[in-house]
């Protein structure tokens, strides 16, 4: 069974920093791209960033270069999103996505996270 599990959101004030975690379990970590996606009430759902296995290839969303970053950790099974300088327009259900191999910023992923909730505001 393959799970992916979200960790790390919750409350926070404008300009903070919050870093999300997701711990991947069922599956060859190593073998697969990871990604984060995001929904706010209302809006359709977006790609965030994304990871290429081996965690050398990255795209980040543009609107969200420079405040965003993703990494991995092939050892521990977990990739994450580190998040600065957030906005109440960030406010939104942060998920958790794995696809085999390769990266794309569709949602063309397989696997899904529950999400998990990012509140920005003061």
């Known amino acids: 069974q393959v799970y992916l599990l979200e960790s790390g959101g919750g409350l926070v004030q404008p300009g903070d920093s919050l870093t999300l975690s997701c711990a991947v379990s069922?599956?060859?970590?190593?073998?697969?791209?990871m990604a984060w996606f995001r929904q706010a009430p209302g809006k359709e759902r977006e790609s965030v960033a994304a990871?290429?296995?081996?965690?050398?290839?990255?795209y980040i969303r543009e609107s969200l270069k420079g405040r965003f970053t993703i990494s991995r950790d092939n050892v521990k099974n977990t990739v994450f999103l580190q998040m600065m300088n957030l906005k109440p327009e960030d406010t939104a259900v942060y998920f958790c996505?794995?696809?085999?191999?390769?990266?794309?910023?569709?949602?063309?992923?397989?696997?899904w996270g529950w999400g998990i909730q990012v509140t920005v505001s003061s």
């Open positions: 996505a794995a696809r085999f191999e390769k990266i794309v910023t569709t949602g063309e992923y397989p696997y």
């Open positions: 069922g599956l060859t970590f190593s073998n697969f791209a």
């Open positions: 990871v290429s296995p081996s965690g050398v290839g990255k």
